[in-house]
C-alpha cells in the first residue's frame, strides 16, 4: 500500500507566525498531537508536536542544568533552549527538520522512517506543498479496513484449503504432514510440533488467509531429544474478522 492510500487529506496546519496558545487549543479542539507548520503559499517549514510544549518555563519544566555544564555548553545552546523553553510563537518552538514522503511512498518506507527518528507522524508532501499526513492513527484505520474486508470474502471452503496449505508450506518453520481441515470457513490444523513457539504462528498465519473465519489447532508436541509425545490437552479457538 502506498501513503495516497491511508494519508488523512484534510490536515489541520498552523502558520509560523501563530501564538503557542492558537497551536494549543487547536491541537486539544482537533484531537490531534501534532501540527504541521506551513507557510502563506502552503509549504511546509515544520512541525509542532505535544513534545515542544514539554519543557516550558510557564509550567516549571524547563531544564534545570549545573551551572559548570552551562559554562561547557556556552552562550549559543543557553539562548536556544530559552528560545524553546520560553518562545511564544509557533516558529520559535517548533521542529525545523521534517521527514516527509511523497504520495507513492511505501507504507513499509513510512514505519522505518518513524521507528527510526521516533516520530507519530509523517507529512506527505508533493514537491514543497502539504497534501497530506500519514500518522499512527492511520495505520490503525488501515489495518481494521484491511481486516474486515478479508473477513467478509466468500469463498468455497476447498479453495479456503488450498489457500491455508499454500501459506504454511511457503514458512521454513512450519513441519511437514500437518492435515488441514476447512468446514464452512472453520479451519482445524491436525500434526505435530517440536517448539511450541511453533503452535501460535501456525494459527496466526492460517488466521491471515482469506476465508477464514475461524482456526481450531489440535497440535501435538513431540519432544526432539527424548521423542516424547504430548497430545494437545485442549482445542484451540482462535476467532477471525471479530
Not at 71 to 81: E, I, M, S, Y
Request: proline share 5%.
Amino acid at each position: 500500500m502506498k501513503a495516497h492510500q491511508i494519508m488523512t487529506r484534510n490536515v489541520v496546519t498552523i502558520a509560523p507566525d501563530a501564538s503557542i496558545h492558537d497551536a494549543a487549543k487547536l491541537m486539544i479542539d482537533h484531537h490531534v498531537s501534532g501540527l504541521p507548520v506551513v507557510d502563506e503559499d502552503g509549504k511546509l517549514i515544520g512541525i509542532v508536536t505535544e513534545r515542544d510544549f514539554l519543557r516550558r518555563q510557564e509550567l516549571g519544566t524547563e531544564i534545570k542544568r549545573p551551572r559548570w555544564l552551562e559554562f561547557l555548553r556556552g552562550p549559543g545552546r543557553q539562548a536556544v533552549d530559552f528560545v524553546r523553553e520560553a518562545g511564544r510563537k509557533v516558529h520559535e518552538i517548533m521542529t525545523p527538520t521534517v521527514y516527509s514522503v511523497i504520495p507513492d511512498a511505501e507504507l513499509a518506507d513510512i514505519v522505518e522512517i518513524m521507528e527510526r527518528h521516533r516520530i507519530k507522524r509523517v507529512p506527505v508532501v508533493q514537491g514543497d506543498r502539504l497534501v497530506g499526513i500519514v500518522s499512527r492513527h492511520n495505520f490503525v484505520a488501515a489495518i481494521a479496513d484491511v481486516t474486515r474486508n478479508t473477513a467478509e470474502i466468500g469463498t468455497s471452503d476447498a479453495l479456503v484449503r488450498r489457500r491455508v496449505l499454500a501459506v504454511l508450506r511457503s514458512r521454513e518453520w512450519v513441519p511437514a504432514g500437518l492435515d488441514v481441515r476447512v468446514k464452512d470457513g472453520v479451519v482445524d490444523i491436525i500434526g505435530f510440533i517440536t517448539d511450541e513457539n511453533v503452535r501460535q504462528a501456525i494459527v496466526v498465519a492460517t488466521e491471515n488467509v482469506a476465508g477464514v473465519s475461524r482456526v481450531r489447532e489440535h497440535l501435538c508436541w513431540v519432544d526432539p531429544m527424548s521423542g516424547t509425545y504430548f497430545p494437545p490437552t485442549d482445542t484451540k479457538h482462535v476467532m477471525t474478522g471479530v
